[in-house]
């Protein structure tokens, strides 16, 4: 699980016919390992069992607290509808269901005596669920604004061009309420919370709301106008947008779609289209409500550009969101000529190159950051987290601060003694999706069109029926939750190759290795 891939490629054109040939046999014993699903003993293997085990008892973990919290919310009652709720869980209580999960995995499966392939398996299972339940309120959230769209145009027949960017004057009127509405959750949140990560969200939106109300002059001559946007040619928005240096039709283009944005997101977490009696329902509250949804804004890593939020609460081990772009299946990639290696490898501005471990690239450089169709489809805008920042809090203050993320001391012998503060590092990390022939039977067969990718070449036949347990429509990527998430930006490592070629650094200088020993296991060559 990465982010820049091009590592998988050999692309040295002085390496010697005998390092070639090592290459090529290391690759054919990998693809025989591949095919029979023979345990992976490499360190690139151990790597992934691990990595593969936590999302299972993450997964685990998470149904587990979720079936409690349904039984709770159909025993309680009077909830306002417009309060995503989530009960109270004691840590005795989170700490039994940790318990559970493992006690599941390590006695009711034979998780610790599957393959790799078979891992991989258990975990498309674990996760269809969420897989269709997130498909499921991207369709009906965009069916929604699309019949609301056709409602007004049909009143509204002088207009007639679905590219001009303006609002008809109903929409105007209503994504004006939604957005007000926004508005004046936000500035109650600002003015009740001390929570550091979650104000830092409550600013971004805040001022993102502003930016549109102000656009469109929908801001209530009642409220306390805000600071004016800077002519400074540099100045970047709360949406991580550059106005200034901007036409003023792409200015239009995309206030109109972030407008569209926030109103999906306010969508989500009011349409009452899901199911609450089914597997499928598990984060909802008791009013059929999802209780949480994400919109890119400008990150919180300072000339970062873009990053993505989570707007509303998700416990560890959901699905937050899915990798969009053109997908290159393993057998292409083996025999990619030499000129799409060097494309590959030397044209990843933006780290938007996405290695599985078994060797299927998604490759978003070319995907939307505004424009989307499935609004879930954001993955490849998640930064890589920042550094480290270093507090004097003793070991025993940074672990009960934050009993998710564990104390690190780089120097035991200092004074004070230096550790991570919380909340820090990635907080979600990278998953294999299959989107299989069996998730769109019936009435889900609509949401097929809501696949955020397209193969580049489509995957040989003979490699589909040896490969795959079920018949797979396309192969893609997501993002899990590895923690607790409410209201705050979304981080995963980004694990990218070491460029052995460079001079100086193996990695960009904004670059940390948050996991030394799991970087160098996921690219390791030792696979003989």
Known sequence: MNR????????????????????IVSRIRTFIKTIFGSNDDTPRGIQERKDMY???LAVTHRKLRMEAQQKQQHLSSGNNKDQLTWNNESKEEIKQYMEEAVSYLDEQTDISEMPLRRLRQEIQSRLEPQIIQLLNVACDVEEDMILRHNNNAA???????????????AEATEYREILLQEYDRICKLLANTNASDATQYYKLKKGAIETLLQYFDWMPQSTDEPKPPTDEEDYVDDFGFYPNRSEAEIVSAMRYYHVRNIVRSHRVRTLPTIDTKTETSMDVNKDGHYTYSILPFKSTISNA??????????????????????????EHLMTASLQTQMQFSQNDPRNQLSMRYDDILIDSRQSPYTVVKNLWAAGHIVNHPPPPIKSTM???????????????????????????????????VTVPINFTEGLFTDQNDRLREYIPNEYELPPKSWAKDVFEKEKVVMHG????????????????????????NAKGSLYPSWYY????????????TDDE
């Open 4 to 23: 820049n891939s091009s590592a998988s490629f050999s692309t040295d054109a002085d390496s010697n016919s005998s390092a070639e040939k090592v290459g």
């Open 54 to 56: 936590w999302i299972l």
């Open 513 to 524: 290795v948050w996991d030394v020993d799991a970087a160098a296991n996921r690219w390791s």
């Open 477 to 500: 990527m997501g993002l899990i939750a590895l923690r607790d998430l409410k209201d705050e930006e979304l981080f995963y490592d980004y694990r990218m190759s070491p460029n052995e």
């Open 394 to 428: 003793s070991a025993e203050e940074a672990s009960e601060s934050n009993d998710d993320q564990s104390s690190k001391d780089n120097d035991e012998s200092s004074n004070p003694t230096y550790h991570f503060q919380p909340r820090q590092g990635p907080n979600c």
């Open 305 to 330: 550009g873009r990053g993505v939020f989570i707007d509303g609460f998700a416990p560890a081990g959901t699905l937050l969101s899915f990798f969009p772009g053109k997908v290159w299946p393993k």
């Open 155 to 169: 009143v509204n027949k002088d207009d007639d061009d679905d590219e001009n960017y303006e609002f008809s004057d």
